[in-house]
């Protein structure tokens, strides 16, 4: 801790390194000084002041007259017949103008050595509380607590348009432990914007940085902080948090709906809605649909909003696009009132090298690394973290837990996880540097990686993590402690490339890709896995789900209900792209709404209506998801008709629920008596079928009960007949 100031006499370099900005220790200029056996002495930079009076900050009366030291604005002078110090607050004057306000260099430390020892241990997991910015009381003084690492600065100040942008006014006091850099500020409040004004290692002004711990940021295009203080809602979602690890358990119907806010609906003239507005739709249209489950594109405060938020700058604010931090915490909660959960994307692969974030934040390499063979993803030109730093891997710990704590989120859902875990990620030879072991592994990034679940679920009960991880890196989504990396689920994004690639197929050829669809199944089990057909299937020249579906109109639909079908009764839970589940036609575009006016026409409804009764499906059948990550809940009746391009399996659940069968025909052909084995005699009836006339199907279906044969087939003791419609998924239940 910086020891507190005792002299009484000023040098000259030091004046002039305060008056040039280039004081690193202002606390041992600016203030009061002496007491005791010395006078007391008050130190004051004031450049747009004429003169400057010291007041007692009790009584109001003047107790000294300052003198202009320098011309610049530098004050100083005795305050007679005072031996102690005390609280004061200045009287300013300029040639037509009077004002005052409390001296910051009066109030000492905010900061514990606590929060020093903890954030060096890479421990302080409320990092949030301390640092950033906090309007706060000091002393009966209002006015905002200042906090920023930067442990390599020369100087570190607060500016504002309060200053007037002045990064010699308000220079911040440097604890010398782990390089913290601390200020209150009397006077500020909510809504006040700020930057830092840093002077780096080599005495250069660097660019003004945001707050790497902000809780909000202006609206881009610009770039500054913005003070606003933990935001203050009162949670109404008391029941929702009681009963949540039910709602996304293994054993849980979990159905996301994956969204982007700026672009799911928008207003009469295309204006985007704001959290409030958003949150009244999208809880009442996901309880019509079904899903369980919101899932946001980073909320995270963002530069560039072509990004979608996938490369972000505020880890620690709820972009400003729709509203404030409080308005977001209303959003979550308005969807937890309607029994839908909120998983939202979160950034720690990466980062944007834009000049207001940090890169290179206190003239080094501090959040990134110095060679770029480990620092830099040159497919989207970011930087990548120092996971082995304590402070950064503290940093992104802390955002994590930031959002499950404060904003009730009930799932993160990490990003580009591949990436983190292999140095040599998207780089030829000669671009990375191997581990201590001579491996491609990220030992650093692993190893945060598993200590940043190991704290989620300790610390939030009920909460879930979500890895987009697209190799066969091992145990995934397996506990810490049996040598997983310990996320509770996987994006199973293997699923999702084969069995889009053999539905893109015309169906001709699909009998030659046969395995495509089963594949999945032998590697089904390894990880608790969500298929995801996500944003990243929409964008970028792929087309729409609709418009990778081959033949004519009717036919692109009969596939897409069929794939669906395929999709809900396969193991794994679910997420879906908004749009998808009406068929959207062109591909996404973020700056416009959906195209909401397809609805009007049948075979789009028909979609909707189809995927409305896959959840509802979904939810009411234990068999559909009871064992979804258990590879009791899934058997094979038929995985070997490549000639037809049907597939045929059964679903069970852990109780005693009737298992399902399901039967997708993915040819345009009706098939006629298909027989098909089954486990028990009795009646079979079709409770779901895609090509139902109400989805904008043919109308081709099995009527009523289907009666078994006494007859083995498929290995099995009693045989069914059944009528596969064209591209067509058929569900049937047992009568019980």
Known sequence: ???????????????????????????????????????????????????????????????????????????????????????????????????????????????GELDEYLLGEGRHLDLYQRLGAHPTTVEGVEGVSFAVWAPNARRVSVVGHFNAWDGRRHPMRKRYGVGLWELFIPGLGLGEVYKYEIVGVHGETLPLKADPLAFAQENPPATASVVCGQHGHRWQDADWLARRADHQSLSAPVSIYEVHLGSWRRGGSGEALDYDQLAEMLADYCTDMGFTHVELLPITEHPFTGSWGYQPIGMFAPTRRFGPPEAFARFVDRLHQSNIGVVTDWVPAHFPSDAHGLVRFDGTALYEHEDPRLGFHKDWNTLIYNYGRLEVANFLQSSALYWLEQFHIDALRVDAVASMLYLDYSREDGEWLPNRYGGNENLDAIAFLKEMNTRIYERVPGAQTMAEESTAWPGVSRPVDMGGLGFGYKWNMGWMHDTLDYMSLDPVYRKH????????????????????????????????????????????????????????????????????EFGQDREWNHNQSLDWHLLAEHDHAGLQALVRDLNHLYRTEPALHELDCDPAGFEWIEAGDAENSVFVYLRRARSDARPLLVVCNMTPVVREDYRIGVPQAGAWREILNSDAERYGGSGVHNGGAVRTEDMGWHNRPSTIRLTLPPLGTVVLAPDL
């Not at 390194?17 to 202002?26: C, E, K, S, V, W």
């Not at 004031?46 to 004050?75: C, I, N, Q, S, Y």
């Not at 809900?568 to 908004?578: A, I, N, R």
């Open 1 to 111: 801790m910086t020891p507190a100031p005792t002299q009484t006499a000023i040098s000259s370099t030091d004046i002039e390194a305060i008056i040039r900005g280039r004081h690193g220790n202002p606390f041992s200029v600016l203030g009061m000084f002496g007491g005791g056996q010395e006078p007391v002495v008050v130190n004051v930079f004031a450049p747009d002041a004429a003169t400057v009076e010291v007041l007692d900050d009790a009584t109001g009366e003047r107790v000294a007259t300052l003198d202009r030291v320098h011309p610049e604005g530098f004050f100083s002078g005795t305050v007679d017949g005072r031996r102690d110090r005390f609280a004061y607050r200045l009287a300013l004057s300029s040639r037509d103008h009077r004002w005052e306000r409390q001296d910051p260099y009066r109030f000492g430390p905010m900061l």
């Open 513 to 580: 890709n046969h395995d495509r669809m089963t594949f999945g199944i032998h590697y089904g089990f390894t990880e608790n896995f969500v298929l995801p057909l996500s944003h990243d299937e929409v964008v970028h020249g792929k087309g729409s789900m609709l418009r990778k579906m081959p033949g004519d109109r009717w036919q692109k639909f009969a596939n897409l209900r069929a794939y669906y079908g395929f999709m809900w009764t396969h193991p794994g839970k679910k997420l879906l792209f908004m749009g998808g």
